[in-house]
């Protein structure tokens, strides 16, 4: 039987190196507990190298194909956003130039979603999109009670539709505004919402439709067009104003540049608000995000906190008070460094890596493709030919754990949970080699998993998936 390993103890141990230059000052070593303050602190080059050792077993963020958080931003980047570390986002009239970048950035992201009025949209950075969605929900939530109690009608049983597909920030939000969630299940050969699914379970107490461009799960795009149109033959018929919000945490920064002719945002009358994630496809490193309603007037006056700051009213809608400035100025560094055309070529070549990589991983049996990444998100999974039933995606992302790569496996959503997949984000930073040596690592790990004759015990990362 293999040892346990040792019970980790209550105190951290200063290795003999630390010890060591801590006698060299003449300082006791002293005690540091783990879970308590300690009473005498250690000199700040030691702190740093204590952390900095415990830090190395963290993966390598470069390596890290589950997230998709940028890892990677210009040097200038880096370097601008360390010189703003120190400035709070709120403190508006102490960092008016900040501010002032905060609001270029919102007239960008309202022009780049055909906002009508670009200069008469409000929104507001966040620390991502999480806060954006609640923003968003929230809204929504508000102006459906409006017009149900100007109506003279009860409004306490608020319901908001959307796929089973949508990102756990959504559970959040109907939990902690008390919403009912109303999930569209999956199908086999449909991972995400549909139109038709969206209508059938809108009523009276739905205080809107959430569309995702593009889906956590396979990176697919919704049909935020087609649920419009279907929203607009609902009132026709039944007098019901339904409105959408966009959660476009992925694809906010990716629909724009990679199809341009697809109207999934303000084009649509019916789409009030839409949040992205500045640090996903947007490019910066955690954590912005940015949540735009289409004008003021969506917007109720309640969930407005404004201040004067530089010589106007400026709305403050966030829910943080604090946040940093940093990701806002390498937000807009991002933007003028990259312009339309920048982003559009970091798009295409986003999407060919992931094409390649989809391409490939499809003519390695028995890997079967989930969803493909032309003209969606550079995102795509992969299931396995059910006639495997020795080993799971889950043996096989521990095998690619070990040499580095952080490719995760997990089971899809209501309806589909008997399904685990393999999911591959490309991001900026994640070059065409580096897919070719990932998908030689995939290739010599099948080769080996193919000799596998009897049933693995379940892999580490397996929670409770079972063949
Ligand atoms: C569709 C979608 N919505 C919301 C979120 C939450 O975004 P954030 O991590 O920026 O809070 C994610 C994160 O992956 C997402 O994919």
């Known amino acids: 039987m293999a040892p346990h390993p040792p019970a ?14 801590l006698q060299l000052r003449q300082l006791d070593a002293p005690q540091i507990p783990r879970h308590r303050l300690c009473e005498q602190g250690l000199p700040g080059d030691l702190a740093y190298q204590l952390v900095h050792d415990h830090l190395m077993l963290d993966g390598n963020a470069r390596l890290n ?23 709070n986002m709120i403190d508006k009239d102490e960092y008016p130039q900040t501010a002032e970048l905060e609001e270029r950035c919102l007239r960008i992201l309202a022009d780049l979603w055909h906002a009508p009025d670009p200069a008469a949209a409000v929104g507001t950075s966040t620390t991502g999109s999480s806060e954006g969605c609640m923003l968003g929900g929230l809204v929504l939530k508000w102006r459906w009670r409006q017009r149900r109690l ?93 409105e959408i919000h966009v959660d ?3 694809g906010g920064f990716v629909a724009p540049f990679n199809s341009p002719d697809w109207a999934w945002d303000f084009r649509l009358p019916r789409v009030v608000s839409i949040n992205t994630s500045g640090h996903k496809y947007g490019g910066v490193l955690p954590g912005v995000g940015w949540v735009l309603w289409r004008n003021g007037e969506v917007l109720p006056q309640e ?32 933007f003028l460094h990259l312009g339309r ?73 209501a309806n589909q949970e008997h399904r685990a997949v393999l999911r591959i984000v490309v991001r900026a930073g994640f070059s065409h080699d580096m897919a070719d040596q990932l998908l030689a690592d995939i290739e010599r790990n099948l080769a080996w998993l193919s ?16 063949h």
């Open 150 to 242: 100007a109506a003279g009608l009860e409004a306490s049983r608020p319901n908001l539709v959307m796929g089973a597909n949508t990102q756990i920030c959504w559970d959040k939000f109907c939990a902690y505004f008390d919403v009912e969630p109303r999930l569209v299940p999956l199908e086999a050969g449909r991972l995400q919402l549909n139109a038709a699914e969206a209508i059938q379970r809108c009523d009276a107490n739905t205080i809107g439709v959430v569309g995702i461009v593009g889906s956590t799960f396979d990176g697919s795009y919704e049909p935020i067009d087609a649920i419009s149109s279907a929203l607009d033959a609902l009132q026709e018929r039944t007098g019901l104003n339904i």
């Open 451 to 466: 000799t596998v004759a009897a049933p693995l015990p379940p892999a580490p990362s397996d929670g409770n998936f079972r």
């Open 65 to 87: 194909l589950a997230t998709f958080v940028g890892t990677w931003m210009e040097p200038e980047a880096r370097r601008l956003m360390e010189e703003c570390a120190d400035k």
């Open 248 to 250: 476009a945490a992925s």
């Open 8 to 21: 980790r103890s209550e105190q951290l141990n200063l290795d003999s190196q630390i010890g060591h230059r």
């Open 303 to 334: 969930l407005r906190f404004n201040v004067n700051y530089l010589g106007g009213e400026m709305p403050t809608i966030g829910m943080n008070f604090s946040r940093p400035g940093a990701q806002v100025v390498g937000q807009y560094f991002n």
């Open 341 to 413: 055309e920048g982003y559009c070529q970091r798009m295409a070549s986003l999407e060919a890596i992931a094409c390649h990589m989809a391409d490939n991983l499809a003519a390695m049996a028995p890997l079967q493709l989930v969803s493909h990444p032309r003209g969606q998100l550079p995102v795509f999974a992969l299931e396995l030919d059910p006639a495997i039933t020795t080993w799971t995606v889950f043996h096989l992302s521990d095998l690619l754990r070990s040499r580095g790569w952080q490719v995760p496996a997990y089971t899809l959503p």
